[in-house]
């Protein structure tokens, strides 16, 4: 079966530093992958998809980018976090029609 | 440009006490009309996807119906457990998601 992980769970980071998170599937070759992420009471918003090694999209310009280094690892980084980048950060894998969630990192800037 | 809007953002319900959240969408061309059930603190969890109006999916007590301009959740005889955000999403291009906002159910025993 298919399993999605993300860390770390938390994070607390100033403003200005460095971000990493990172995603990896287990139980699917090639899939698709999407970064989205959630402000408090506000609904996902997507950030970056992948459709393979290599490939990324980005749907919103802002400090985040997004790498894919392997087949089933998708990687989330900024230069320098900003306050606005607080929030929910999911990852997901799967198509348009039936995505599967990660557990997600709840990021705080303070 | 593609929108989803969801009412109502809260729903407070007694248990056994059925009800319906709406689910607004705007979008050129669907491909898919799409439910999600999330949990406090945990990623979203698929449900259903409706494809064309008329078009009804069924899960233990939901019920998701789709028409040319909308979608709706009913929930029957709701149960604790069905506490949750309830949130639906429309498919603008190839390979992406739209999401709306959420409904935030919340069934008192």
């Known amino acids: 079966s298919q399993t999605i992980h993300q860390w770390p769970a938390t994070l607390v980071q100033p403003v200005g530093s460095p971000l990493s998170l990172e995603c990896t599937v287990e139980?699917?070759?090639?899939?698709?992958l999407y970064w989205y992420r959630q402000a408090a009471g506000r609904g996902l918003q997507l950030l970056f998809y992948?459709?393979?090694?290599?490939?990324i999209s980005s749907e919103v310009p802002q400090n985040l980018s997004a790498s894919r280094p392997q087949d089933r690892q998708f990687i989330l980084s900024s230069k320098k976090l900003l306050l606005s980048d607080s929030g929910f950060y999911l990852c997901?894998?799967?198509?348009?029609?039936?995505?599967?969630f990660g557990p997600g990192t709840r990021l705080t800037v303070t | 440009e593609d929108q989803v809007t969801q009412s109502p953002e809260a729903l407070r319900l007694q248990e056994g006490e059925s009800s319906s959240l709406n689910c607004s969408y705007t979008?050129?061309?669907?491909?898919?009309l799409f439910w999600y059930r999330q949990d406090p603190g945990k990623g979203p969890e698929f449900l259903f996807t409706?494809?064309?109006a008329g078009e009804e999916k069924e899960k233990e007590r939901l019920k998701a119906t789709l028409t040319k301009k909308e979608s709706f959740l009913h929930i029957t005889a709701p149960k604790p457990e069905d506490s949750a955000t309830y949130l639906c999403?429309?498919?603008?291009?190839?390979?992406?998601?739209?999401f709306g906002a959420g409904t935030t159910v919340t069934v008192r025993a």
């Open positions: 997901a894998w799967g198509s348009a029609y039936e995505q599967y």
């Open positions: 409706l494809y064309s």
């Open positions: 979008v050129s061309g669907l491909r898919g």
């Open positions: 139980g699917t070759s090639n899939p698709n």
């Open positions: 999403a429309v498919q603008p291009g190839p390979n992406k998601l739209s």
């Open positions: 992948s459709v393979g090694i290599g490939q």
